[in-house]
């Protein structure tokens, strides 16, 4: 089995003396993991971090082995040194992309979402939204979409602040008044790019889209949300 394909690298590990495994989600091919050999050299080790864009060019000889991958740059690296939060957003992005994916799934529509994402994370006013946004398309690649479309119970489309933490169907505010303490919190940037974002609105949409995450994802594995996807919360509300 051989293949080359545009890629993102989500994470890698050292392995043995001068090796490395890599994570990477690729255009066309999914989510692969690979072995790189040389992965501790000064060529290779800048392209196995976080967000970086390779070409990666990967061989195996059974389909359900761990194959062999040679990566190339394809594309400039994050240069987020200068800020902390963001990069903290860039590696909670990958981390979350491989942790919630499965292997071997071709998804094209994350891949670009992804690629389009970790172009915001110098601009701390754009991309927390963004991010929210993002784990709400891993929710919907996954089966698992949000229906924000209307209201749950009465079918109208105006004035939707809560979602059902049952059905992940929206609920609007006079629908929902009643039971509100027993609903989860539906930020208006969530309806549309042009719905504004309001102070703690960034937290709210974590809250939302990690519920979700939680319930279809990680518990039915034994397996509590990633920690730097708390620490990323954590600090996006400080």
């Keep these: 089995m051989e293949f080359e394909d545009e890629a993102i690298v989500l994470g890698a590990r050292s392995h043995g003396e001068t090796g490395a495994i890599v994570h990477v989600l690729t255009e066309s091919h999914g989510v692969y993991a690979?072995?790189?050999?040389?992965?501790?050299s000064r060529r290779i080790k800048p392209l196995l971090?976080?967000?970086?864009h390779v070409a990666f060019a990967y061989r195996a000889r059974h389909t359900d082995q761990l194959g062999a991958a040679t990566l190339e740059a394809a594309g400039p690296s994050p240069?987020?040194?200068?800020?902390?939060?963001?990069?903290?957003g860039l590696q909670c992005a990958c981390?979350?992309?491989?942790a919630v994916l499965p292997e071997r799934d071709s998804q094209p529509g994350a891949y670009h979402a992804l690629s389009?994402?970790?172009?915001?994370?110098?601009?701390?006013?754009?991309?927390?939204?963004?991010y929210v946004r993002y784990e709400a398309g891993l929710l919907e690649a996954l089966g698992f979409g949000l229906d924000l479309s209307a209201c749950a119970v009465s079918g109208d489309h105006d004035d939707l602040i809560y979602v059902s933490p049952k059905s992940g169907r929206a609920v609007g505010r006079t629908a929902g008044e009643p039971y509100k303490e027993k609903l989860l919190r539906l930020p208006g940037f969530m309806l549309?790019?042009?719905?504004g974002l309001a102070e703690g609105d960034v937290v709210r949409g974590l809250e939302l889209t990690g519920f979700f995450l939680e319930?279809?994802?990680?518990?039915?594995?034994?397996k509590p949300l990633p920690d730097i996807r708390l620490r990323l919360k954590d600090s996006l509300a400080s």
């Design 34 to 40: 690979a072995h790189i050999a040389g992965g501790a």
């Design 116 to 130: 389009g994402l970790i172009g915001l994370f110098a601009f701390p006013d754009i991309w927390p939204a963004v």
């Design 215 to 222: 319930r279809h994802v990680f518990h039915p594995h034994n």
């Design 192 to 195: 549309s790019s042009q719905g």
């Design 49 to 52: 971090q976080a967000g970086s």
């Design 95 to 98: 981390a979350m992309t491989q």
């Design 79 to 88: 240069d987020l040194f200068d800020e902390p939060l963001g990069l903290l």
